[in-house]
């Protein structure tokens, strides 16, 4: 099932921060999240799996919480570039992700 | 490196025709994903391929829609007889593995398919 992304949109003015939140009803191994500009392809941000590992960009920073099924993805001093519409794909223990609806992120100068 | 490449990134065609779209996956990644992204909507999977084997074709949406893979590398989604709801873009993405969700994806620029 599909997970479920809020807000549906955002919007920010450089340097302020926001929360990107991704729950999901199903027991999850592992949460993918990515970004995507308009007309390009989405861009891997981060992964986080089941039993604390992450890996992913520096400057980016997410937490998972297993029991909840929720995945949380933060933008601290946010930057004109970090506009765009953000996903969290949720999975098991192989290799099939399902996306969520996207969260439109706009940082407005 | 080269990323993936898709191929056409853009084709317009004529309901009832057949399409075929094309994706180049990052060399040396064995796992290939297709999902399609319709206006405002998410990622929709629709085929997996460990290899040149598709082990789940669950998201095709009809028996018009197919997909092989050669090599271990190049793969081709065929759409037949088209119709105005596959309208959409076609997102291919590879992975190292497809053995466990530990694997980034990495996407290429999509094919955006019109049928008129």
């Known amino acids: 099932q599909q997970p479920v992304q809020s807000p549906q949109a955002v919007i920010l003015r450089e340097g302020e921060d926001a929360v990107i939140n991704c729950s999901s009803s199903?027991?999850?191994?592992?949460v993918h999240w990515y970004r995507q500009k308009h007309g390009e392809a989405p861009v891997f941000l981060m992964i986080?799996?089941?039993?604390?590992e992450q890996k992913g960009h520096e400057k980016i920073s997410a937490s998972f919480n297993e029991k909840k099924q929720q995945s949380s993805l933060y933008l601290t001093a946010s930057q004109l570039s970090y506009s765009g519409t953000y996903f969290c794909?949720?999975?098991?223990?192989?290799?099939?992700?399902?996306f969520g609806k996207g969260t439109l992120l706009t940082v407005n100068p | 490196g080269a990323g993936v490449s898709q191929s056409p990134s853009n084709k317009v065609t004529e309901k009832g025709k057949d399409v075929e779209l094309r994706c180049d996956p990052i060399?040396?990644?064995?796992?290939l994903y297709w999902y399609r992204q319709s206006l405002g909507q998410g990622l929709e999977f629709l085929i997996y391929?460990?290899?040149?084997?598709?082990?789940?074709k669950s998201g095709l949406p009809s028996d018009r829609f197919s997909a092989e893979r050669t090599g271990g590398s190049v793969s081709t989604l065929t759409i037949q007889r088209t119709q105005q709801e596959d309208s959409a873009v076609y997102l291919c993405?590879?992975?190292?593995?497809?053995?466990?969700?530990?694997?980034?994806?990495?996407f290429g620029p999509g094919t955006r398919l019109t049928v008129t």
């Open positions: 993405a590879s992975s190292l593995s497809g053995t466990s969700g530990s694997y980034e994806q990495y």
């Open positions: 391929f460990q290899g040149n084997s598709a082990p789940d």
């Open positions: 060399s040396g990644h064995t796992a």
């Open positions: 986080l799996l089941k039993g604390g």
């Open positions: 199903k027991a999850l191994y592992s």
């Open positions: 794909g949720t999975g098991g223990s192989n290799y099939k992700l399902t």
